[in-house]
């Protein structure tokens, strides 16, 4: 079936300091591949998605590419703000099957940003 | 963005009773609804698919007359965690697709709490 791992957190950073959150999937077909972010107390909000190979999704400064090759779809921002603390979820909507239109979670990171 | 809204946040229960929990489309209809359940440091697990109308579909280990799933119209969702023991107690969330054409995207509500003691 389908999967997402994404590596695991806490992670800790400086304010200004570069942001790189590894997310590798398992899928049969063309899946998207999306980014939320989950804000303390509150729900799950789309950051940014790609529906095919070699899309870039972007949005608030960050960005994530759409690599089939390896099967990845890793998260970046080049400078990260305190306000960016939060919980970060890789997903992916399966292309066909029994898993389309189902959304598969990694297991989240949650990244907090210091001043 | 849509706005989908689960009522109640948090709650608090005693073992062996039944809680509801609501998941609304604010703004928009919604034929198809999902329910997740999250574990602490863990990752969203599909429970079941809710369709307006219609039974749930529910993932495979999901006990269907434990979590009852009704989708009664195009704007609400309930599930019902019947019967519920110290196990049950997790994040519950929901989300509802936007029916705006085939690769629809999923709006979130804000989750549920639910422990029980």
């Known amino acids: 079936g389908d999967s997402v791992t994404q590596m695991e957190g806490p992670v800790t950073l400086s304010e200004e300091a570069f942001l790189t959150i590894n997310c590798t999937y398992t899928?049969?077909?063309?899946?998207?591949l999306f980014w939320y972010v989950q804000y303390p107390g509150e729900g799950l909000q789309l950051l940014l998605k790609?529906?095919?190979?070699?899309d870039k999704g972007s949005n608030k400064g960050f960005e994530a590419t759409y690599r089939k090759e390896t099967t990845s779809f890793h998260l970046e921002k080049g400078s990260v703000q305190v306000s960016d603390s939060a919980v970060y979820f890789c997903?992916?909507?399966?292309?066909?099957?029994?898993?389309?239109?189902?959304?598969?979670f990694g297991q989240g990171t949650i990244l907090t940003v210091h001043p | 963005g849509a706005v989908v809204s689960q009522h109640p946040s948090w709650v608090i229960c005693k073992s062996g009773t039944s809680v509801k929990i609501e998941c609304r489309s604010l703004?928009?209809?919604?034929?198809?609804m999902f329910w997740y359940r999250q574990f602490p440091k863990q990752s969203l697990m599909l429970m079941a698919t809710?369709?307006?109308?219609?039974?749930?579909?529910?993932e495979q280990g999901v006990e269907k007359d434990k979590f009852l799933i009704n989708h009664a119209s195009l704007t609400l969702s309930t599930l019902t965690v019947t019967s519920a023991h110290p196990e049950d107690s997790s994040f519950y969330i929901c989300?509802?697709?936007?029916?705006?054409?085939?690769?629809?995207?999923?709006?979130f509500g804000q989750g549920t709490r639910l422990t029980v003691v």
């Open positions: 997903a992916l909507r399966g292309a066909g099957g029994t898993s389309y239109g189902k959304l598969t």
């Open positions: 703004d928009f209809q919604a034929t198809t």
């Open positions: 989300s509802a697709r936007h029916p705006t054409g085939r690769n629809t995207e999923a709006f």
């Open positions: 809710s369709n307006e109308g219609s039974k749930a579909t529910y």
């Open positions: 790609a529906t095919k190979a070699d």
């Open positions: 899928a049969t077909g063309y899946p998207s």
